[in-house]
């Protein structure tokens, strides 16, 4: 365990924080936006002109939290075996995880939750965690 907690640790963590709130910023504000907001723009707080008014310090918080724990998962990974290969799959299996278990807990109680957001989204999150296996196993090497 000469990895969790060090400074090399802290640095891969860091990076990959502002990487994968970049790309989870591009996926929301750009591509997906259309779709989530005419699926569930009713759960949406809107002010008066109909614009979403997020919550920017939660946001930051949860995107950060979400990609401290791929960084972590993906950095033990490669203690263990330190291959791309590794990286990405336990990425994106752990992406896969996290997003199903949000989005289908959501399906499970959320009236009029759909389920077709459920697979785009879990389909996003495996996504960003493969990504994630590609830059947290070039920043392992980096740093």
């Known amino acids: 365990m000469d990895f969790l907690f060090t400074l090399k640790f802290l640095k891969i963590a860091a990076a990959s924080i502002v990487i994968f709130i970049l790309l989870d910023l591009i996926w929301i504000a750009v591509i997906a936006s259309k779709s989530y907001s005419s699926s569930l723009g009713f759960l949406a707080n809107l002010d008066s002109k109909g614009k979403v008014i997020f919550n920017i310090p939660i946001g930051v918080f949860v995107q950060a939290t979400l990609s401290l724990g791929l960084s972590f998962v993906i950095g033990m990974a490669l203690q263990l075996d330190n291959r791309l290969i590794v990286s990405v799959c336990t990425g994106a299996f752990v992406g896969f ?36 296996g590609i830059y947290v196993y070039y920043l392992n090497r980096f740093f």
Not at 102 to 113: A, H, P, Q
């Open 97 to 132: 995880v996290i997003y199903v278990v949000y989005d289908f807990t959501n399906l499970s109680f959320v009236k009029g939750w759909p389920l077709w957001i459920s697979l785009i989204d879990a389909a996003w999150g495996t996504t960003q965690g493969l990504l994630a």
